[in-house]
Nanobody
Framework: VQLQASGGGLVQAGGSLRLSCLASGRTFSSYGMGWFRHTPGKEREFVAAISRSGLSTYYADSVKGRFTISRDNAKNTVYLQMNSLKPEDTAVYLC?????????????????????WGQGTLVTVSS
């Protein structure tokens, strides 16, 4: 599956953005989906994930209560609604697709469990 992320931009602290990730192909619903973020000098960081059906979601502690992941399998799209943004949320956000069926946060947080990655979209939060 090929992924294309969009929706990044410049926003003031406290503001909101919604990221989208469009997947190609007709098997989108067979993938668990995740969002990660990357800043220079740091390892790629897990942000959020959602199961194939959308019934289960998982969040990093740093974004819990502020970010919401969702998906629309009819539109082959996964979203990341980001509210109450902070300067430390500044990063390139990448979406990823996992073919495996996982049942908990730990497995969704592992980079190696994802089979496909999008190109990323830059989010900059000013103070």
């Amino acid at each position: 599956v090929q992924l294309q992320a969009s929706g990044g931009g410049l926003v003031q602290a406290g503001g909101s953005l919604r990221l989208s990730c469009l997947a190609s192909g007709r098997t989108f619903s067979s993938y668990g989906m995740g969002w990660f973020r990357h800043t220079p000098g740091k390892e790629r960081e897990f942000v959020a994930a959602i199961s194939r059906s959308g019934l289960s979601t998982y969040y990093a502690d740093s974004v819990k209560g502020r970010f919401t992941i969702s998906r629309d399998n009819a539109k082959n799209t996964v979203y990341l609604q980001m509210n109450s943004l902070k300067p430390e949320d500044t990063a390139v956000y990448l979406c990823a697709a996992a073919r495996g069926e996982y049942s908990n946060y730990y497995y969704y947080s592992l980079l190696g469990n994802y089979d496909s990655w999008g190109q990323g979209t830059l989010v900059t939060v000013s103070s």
